[in-house]
């Protein structure tokens, strides 16, 4: 990282910090010229490619004295220098701000982007799953309570249509127990959303955005917490890293762990042995318990030679879930079960000015094997709500038995080169490849065929970006993309003895993207932008093969198309010098066909996917944030999207072409208004100590949608997802600079009846409380 590839020119490097504590976005200029960067979190900075000559370097950080050191570059030569900067209180026009925060320099790209610190929530009981929610545009729909299965909404887009990344490796296929809902705030940094339009350098066919997951990279830290709460929840939470600074060996490592019982209470419906609805009651959930755990370790080298870094690293995870009921809650199941472990070795590989100058490479491959079990086996008798078992003669809970393995084996491999052209000018290429090889068997049926035939997924994603940034107000990148998917599974037919058959089915397509990016700042303060992209999205495993439970299998899907229009600003104002307000709004437009969409039916606990030929998606979302001082921190968004059906005419199995009666109407199932709002205290920035007391307040809300389409039915039979507020609130305080932290939790405050996907309710008023130790954050 430190070392020059040019003899004629040199570089510097170093620490900036202040009283011994590294000082992040701390901004490294030299002066008078185009050359300038600012601290990484641990306080360090490098500056490369310095032409031979004096110069004058400037080190200025918001709230400390600026300094200028005089500098002399040599040909070849590599100096380290360290800078401790002093506390200065000014007024805020006297103050010039330079350097900029991570999250400020991720935000201030062309693309649509939100992203969120974690540091403000690292006392909190927030996973991914909560930071996430509390963004504009973001809806994250789970079953249940905690270790439920998941569906992601970003303006409208969701499941694989969004994709995920962790550290920038993708995440499609991890297992179960590596989601959202099982990494904890205490091990991420930030969270990057894309919206829309999807980076190169990403290497994914995402339709509608992608969210990229980054940990703490810090190279020297600990950071430990234990919480429990209702529902006879605990989890657990180790992160830590270790880098020698003289040879440049790293280790880091996580230890995640989650449990709960799930039994949280819920009005469901009491039902006789032909379905019949007797009664509706309260009762508790009886069959819902989860359990995880995930280790991930790396280690390696920064700073060589021949890497900035290169780590080594593998992820283990397993779980165990009782499954309480399907896509409906009209019947619960008391016996079928699900669990899945998963190994992931992982390599990172990143080295800037590989071979010659200004040409920068990274790589991130993974291997991922995962086993999951799927176990219905209970005959002759079914479970009400209530917990009773009841006679029945069907051979198992959800109508046929099964022991179902699934065996996955992954490789997924980003390849990343960058090259500066010129200051203004830069190229960039990616290529992503995921090879699929899912086996299964069924232990209750041996003599299947499908046991036989292995479902094979291969994805090769190519992409090419140009950038163009005249100066520092404009910015704007030219890409393409092509996608190219062979599939091969199996496909059972009915003949005309009515036998059903299983066959090998084969199928591949290659498609191409483009799109644009550009931003400009009108005023130092605001910032416009506006991207466009023709994406594609080609089907996943999941979809394609089903998952052995509640969604079955379709490998007659289509690619996914999308033309994508995001139109927005930001706009960031300092009053005085107490108060900063931050105003961001971002319009969107989308046009997709073949869209991949969950069926849903009121009657049944299966679900499949399936195409809808032409969507249309007109949205807008908006939010602001206040801060007063360190005290008082407001903030709320509000989204609002229409996504219509806009097909003329659709095709049926049975009739062939119709006229499409749903068009111009809703997609079900999908909140078309939600927002939320924030206030955050902190009295404890009164008195200037050492320790932190504050206090959070939350709020959520949803309007009531649709769970079928609009179109059929009576008003008083159709099933509405109702309109639905929630409040939670924190307690936390902070010993020793934040070292030693306690807080409280409360969710759903008032104890509201909360529902999500697909009318399943949520838990009710739940308290939690946290312990946690960290050092060298």
Not at 287 to 293: C, K, L, T, V
Not at 417 to 432: E, F, M, P, Q, R
Not at 569 to 598: C, M, P, W
Not at 680 to 698: E, G, Q
Request: proline fraction near 3%; charge should be negative; aromatic fraction near 12%.
């Amino acid at each position: 990282m430190f070392f020059s590839q040019n003899s004629s020119k040199g570089s510097i490097h170093g620490h900036v910090t202040t009283a011994n504590d590294p000082l992040p976005g701390v901004a490294v200029v030299i002066k008078n010229s185009n050359k300038g960067t600012i601290t990484d979190i641990d306080g360090n900075y490098a500056l490369k490619n310095i032409n031979a000559g004096s110069y004058t370097l400037l080190i200025s950080f918001m709230g400390y004295k600026a300094q200028e050191k005089p500098l002399e570059i040599k040909a070849g030569s590599n100096q380290e220098i360290n800078i401790s900067l002093e506390e200065e209180t000014l007024e805020m026009d006297e103050l010039e701000i330079v350097g900029k925060s991570i999250t400020q320099e991720v935000t201030e790209q062309a693309y649509s982007i939100s992203t969120i610190s974690t540091k403000n929530l690292q006392n909190t009981t927030a996973d991914a799953k909560d930071v996430l929610n509390r963004l504009p545009g973001v809806r994250v729909l789970e079953e249940g309570g905690l270790g439920s299965s998941l569906s992601f909404s970003l303006n409208g887009f969701s499941g694989d249509q969004v994709k995920f990344f962790l550290d920038g490796i993708p995440m499609n296929n991890f297992g179960s127990s590596l989601s959202l809902s099982s990494i904890p705030v205490n091990a991420i940094e930030r969270i990057e959303v894309y919206k829309g339009v999807v980076p190169v350098w990403l290497g994914t066919d995402a339709l509608g955005g992608a969210i990229n997951i980054i940990t703490k990279q810090n190279s020297n830290f600990l950071d430990a917490s234990y919480s429990f709460g209702s529902f006879n929840t605990h989890r657990v939470s180790i992160n830590g890293a270790h880098t020698n600074k003289k040879t440049g060996f790293t280790a880091r490592g996580s230890l995640i762990y989650n449990y709960s019982d799930n039994d949280y209470e819920v009005n469901v419906p009491i039902t006789d042995a032909n379905g019949n609805v007797l009664y509706r009651t309260n009762t508790k959930r009886f069959h819902d318990a989860y359990e995880s755990a995930t280790a991930k370790i790396e280690a390696g080298v920064v700073n060589k030679k021949y890497a900035d870094q290169l780590l080594l690293g593998v992820i283990v995870s397993g779980d165990d879930k009782e499954i309480q009921n399907g896509a409906i809650m009209a019947q619960p199941f008391g016996a079928i079960t699900r669990d899945s472990k998963s190994i992931i070795p992982t390599l990172k590989y990143n080295k800037e000015n590989i071979f010659i100058p200004k040409l920068n490479l990274s790589l991130n491959s993974s291997f991922n094997f995962t086993e999951t079990n799927n176990i219905d086996t209970l005959s002759g008798v079914y479970y009400n709500w209530l917990g009773e078992t009841i006679p029945r003669g069907q051979p198992a809970e959800n109508g046929q038995a099964n022991d179902l393995e699934f065996k996955i084996r992954e490789f997924t491999n980003q390849l990343n080169l960058g090259y500066a052209i010129t200051n203004k000018h830069s190229l960039a290429l990616n290529y992503a490849f995921q090879n699929y090889h899912r086996e299964s068997y069924d232990y209750e049926h041996p003599n299947d065929p499908s046991n036989d035939l292995p479902g094979i997924l291969n994805k090769h994603v190519l992409g090419m970006a140009y950038k163009f940034q005249p100066n520092k107000k404009w910015s704007t990148t030219l890409f393409g993309k092509g996608y190219f998917l062979n599939l091969e599974t199996n496909q059972q037919s009915t003949s005309t003895g009515n036998e059903e058959t299983t066959s090998i089915y084969k199928a591949s397509s290659e498609t191409f993207g483009y799109g644009l990016a550009t931003s400009y700042f009108l005023l130092p303060q605001l910032q416009l932008k506006a991207s466009y992209e023709k994406s594609y999205r080609l089907p996943s495993a999941n979809e394609v093969f089903g998952d052995g439970n509640f969604v079955s299998a379709n490998s007659d899907l289509q690619p996914e198309e999308s033309s994508n229009l995001n139109v927005g600003a930001n706009l960031g104002l300092h009053i005085g010098k107490d108060h900063h307000i931050t105003v961001e709004s971002n319009f969107v437009y989308r046009n997709a066909d073949n869209l991949i969409y969950q069926v849903v039916t009121v009657s049944s606990p299966e679900t499949n996917y399936s195409n809808l030929a032409k969507i249309r998606t007109l949205g807008v979302e908006g939010s602001i944030d206040y801060q007063w001082k360190n005290l008082l921190n407001l903030g709320a968004s509000i989204t609002y999207q229409n996504i219509t059906d806009q097909a003329d005419r659709v095709y049926n199995d049975y009739s062939g072409w119709q006229t499409n009666f749903n068009k111009g109407y809703r997609l079900p199932n999908t909140p078309y208004l939600f927002g939320n709002a924030r206030a955050v205290f902190t009295p404890s920035a009164l008195l200037d100590m050492n320790n932190t007391l504050r206090i959070s307040y939350f709020y959520n809300f949803n309007k009531e949608y649709f769970l079928s389409w609009a179109k059929y039915g009576s008003a008083d039979s159709k099933t509405v997802i109702p309109a639905q507020s929630s409040h939670n609130v924190e307690l936390a305080y902070s010993l020793k600079d934040e070292t030693y932290n306690i807080s409280l939790e409360c969710r759903n405050l008032t104890d509201a009846r909360l529902y999500d996907k697909y009318y399943l309710q949520k838990p009710g008023r739940a308290f939690y409380i946290k312990l946690r130790y960290a050092i060298g954050r």
